[in-house]
């Protein structure tokens, strides 16, 4: 925990969308070097709660996090627009720093 900064605001498990669930690892684009398309979505948060998810962090607390866009997994890899990619980014911003 002593080597990451700021685990207040790292994210550690999240609610992900029912059709992407297949392995147990949530992928965003960013936290994957070999996918290397950081504006798509290889798995999608869940937006069964008030068109949110429930999102826990490292330092043990949780979040209702509300989407600005629904997510509606369509396939992995697919690219973010518009809101997609600013809820893309928002959850990016949640990784560890490298």
């Known amino acids: ?14 609610d992900e ?10 992928i965003n684009g960013a936290n994957i070097s070999a ?5 798509a979505w290889y798995n999608f ?11 826990s962090f490292l330092d043990g607390h949780v979040e209702h996090h ?5 997510k509606l997994f369509v396939g992995y890899g697919t690219n973010a627009k518009n809101e997609y990619l600013q809820d893309l980014r928002w959850l990016q911003q949640k990784l560890p720093a490298e």
């Open 1 to 14: 925990m002593g080597e990451i900064a700021n685990p207040a605001n790292v994210y550690a498990f999240i």
């Open 17 to 26: 969308n029912e059709r992407s669930m297949d392995d147990g690892v949530f």
């Open 35 to 39: 996918y290397g398309n950081v504006n």
């Open 45 to 55: 948060p869940s937006d069964r709660h008030q068109r949110g998810a429930n999102i």
């Open 66 to 70: 509300r989407w600005r866009a629904p």
